[in-house]
């Protein structure tokens, strides 16, 4: 499985953007890059996915590199309620026609006021 | 549309025995993975089940163990109870195997004594 690398840990000030970056050099042509967040206390969210365009939803936006060897979640006005473990997840669509969610360590995301 | 949720969300039970843990996914969907987490090794996958059958499995002993019904609620079993078992067990759903986003329950937390 295509492995992704992440800071164990991130701070941030509150009502300021967050980028959370992720590397995964050895990305296959057919790996969507998800991310999933885990609030103190509760299990992961969805957050965003994208296989090679930039992506925004509700939550966050994902910016992916020309080259997909890299991507960054950003949050755009982070708030106290954004502090969380954010995992960078690679699935392979083509092959992984099922619901197994290799989660990596994350990075911890600090919310300072 | 309630969210899923598991029962019971709290558990203490002694080593050596058995523990039967129960989740009931998001109205509509069929798929139901469980994850097992421990602050050492983060979120494991464990199973994934689809139409009443284990679709897959993750590296985890026998003692370990699965089912579906009709109704996609999902169980999952641990005999044999060790120490090591102590950890924060989540369910996930999604619509359909493959979907891009899964929900998560709260878990249940099991002590084993």
């Known amino acids: 499985d295509a492995k992704t690398t992440q800071p164990n840990s991130m701070e941030s000030n509150e009502e300021e953007p967050v980028h959370l970056p992720c590397n995964h050099s050895?990305?296959?042509?057919?790996?969507?890059i998800h991310w999933y967040r885990q609030l103190p206390s509760q299990g992961p969210e969805y957050v965003i996915h994208g296989l090679t365009s930039n992506v925004n939803n509700r939550m966050a936006s994902l910016a992916i590199a020309e080259d997909r060897k890299s991507s960054t979640l950003i949050l755009h006005r982070a708030t106290l309620r954004d502090a969380a473990v954010y995992y960078c997840i690679l699935r392979d669509r083509m092959t992984d026609r099922d619901d197994k969610i290799i989660f990596g360590k994350g990075t911890r995301l600090h919310i300072l006021p | 549309k309630a969210g899923v949720t598991q029962t019971p969300r709290y558990l203490i039970k002694t080593r050596g025995q058995q523990v039967t843990l129960s989740c009931s996914p998001i109205?509509?969907?069929?798929?139901v993975s469980w994850y097992q987490q421990t602050p050492g090794q983060g979120l494991q996958f464990l199973f994934e089940?689809?139409?009443?059958?284990?679709?897959n499995k993750g590296n985890f002993p026998g003692r370990f163990s699965g089912r579906q019904f009709s109704n996609s609620r999902s169980e999952m079993n641990v005999s044999t109870l060790e120490l090591g078992d102590s950890a924060l067990y989540l369910c996930?759903?999604?619509?359909?195997?493959?979907?891009?986003?899964?929900?998560f329950g709260p878990g249940t937390r099991l002590t084993v004594t």
């Open positions: 996930a759903s999604s619509g359909d195997r493959g979907s891009y986003e899964q929900y």
């Open positions: 109205s509509g969907h069929r798929s």
């Open positions: 050895t990305i296959s042509g057919t790996d969507y």
């Open positions: 089940y689809f139409s009443e059958t284990q679709r």
